[in-house]
């Protein structure tokens, strides 16, 4: 899908991309990270991260100009998009893998539309060892502490959608964060990441 006929984009091309580039640089590691540890290790054949990773910046590039920040933060509305690349992506690999077919494809025509600057941002996020070790380290915490993180840390939900999800009060789920922010606060990537 094309953006051209857009006014935001048509006729403030550079400043929306740069504002993009921007929020985007900010956003990327935890978009990232989230990936990282969604695609686990026996689906690594058949999806790549940094691929998904990409999708998820061609498509908010795409869409940046239904971004409204009165209706919340960019780290949200980006982290929208990329459940849903991820399960996008995540139902054409069980298609495929019940088929015999491959693996999803990226979007290349968008990839296409995608500032060169805002790709090497995604491709510098992707091998950043600081954030391999972050992923590493996410992955050893047990299932609840790893979702928790997930979802507030990198997320940004709310403790109350937490609380739900896990089936435990807002403030179980509030002092179940302080804690877990105090035992991972020597982490530098952490303190990055974790909003």
Same mark, same amino acid.
């Given at each position: 899908?094309?953006?051209?006929?857009?006014?935001?984009?048509?006729?403030?091309?550079?400043?929306? %991309?740069?504002?993009?580039?921007?929020?985007?640089?900010? %956003?990327?590691? &935890?978009?990232? %990270?989230?990936?990282?540890?969604?695609?686990?290790?026996?689906?690594?054949?058949?999806?790549?991260?940094?691929?998904?990773?990409?999708? =998820?910046?061609?498509?908010? $590039?795409?869409? $940046?100009?239904?971004?409204?920040?009165?209706?919340?933060?960019?780290?949200?509305? !980006?982290?929208?998009?990329?459940?849903? =690349?991820?399960?996008?992506?995540?139902?054409? !690999?069980?298609?495929?893998?019940?088929?015999?077919?491959?693996?999803?494809?990226?979007?290349?025509?968008?990839?296409?539309?995608?500032?060169?600057?805002?790709?090497?941002?995604?491709?510098? =996020?992707?091998?950043?060892?600081?954030?391999?070790? $972050? !992923?590493?380290? !996410?992955?050893?915490?047990?299932?609840?502490?790893?979702?928790?993180?997930?979802?507030?840390?990198?997320?940004?939900?709310?403790?109350?959608?937490?609380?739900?999800?896990?089936?435990?009060?807002?403030?179980?789920?509030?002092?179940?964060?302080?804690?877990?922010?105090?035992?991972? &606060?020597? %982490?530098?990537?952490? =303190?990055?990441?974790?909003?």
């Amino acid at each position: 899908m094309q953006r051209s006929s857009s006014p935001d984009f048509a006729d403030g091309a550079a400043p929306a %991309a740069a504002r993009f580039e921007e929020l985007w640089s900010e %956003a990327a590691p &935890a978009v990232c %990270a989230w990936l990282e540890i969604h695609v686990r290790e026996a689906l690594r054949a058949h999806l790549d991260p940094e691929d998904a990773l990409q999708e =998820v910046a061609c498509r908010a $590039f795409d869409s $940046f100009e239904r971004f409204d920040p009165a209706a919340g933060p960019f780290r949200a509305w !980006v982290f929208g998009i990329a459940r849903n =690349v991820l399960y996008r992506a995540l139902t054409q !690999v069980g298609r495929g893998l019940a088929s015999g077919g491959g693996a999803p494809r990226l979007d290349t025509l968008a990839l296409g539309r995608l500032p060169d600057t805002t790709t090497s941002i995604t491709r510098r =996020v992707a091998r950043d060892e600081s954030l391999a070790r $972050f !992923v590493a380290e !996410v992955r050893a915490l047990d299932d609840d502490d790893r979702k928790l993180l997930l979802r507030r840390g990198l997320e940004g939900r709310s403790h109350d959608e937490i609380a739900s999800e896990l089936g435990i009060s807002p403030d179980a789920a509030i002092k179940r964060w302080t804690r877990l922010r105090e035992r991972l &606060a020597s %982490a530098p990537r952490f =303190v990055q990441l974790a909003s």
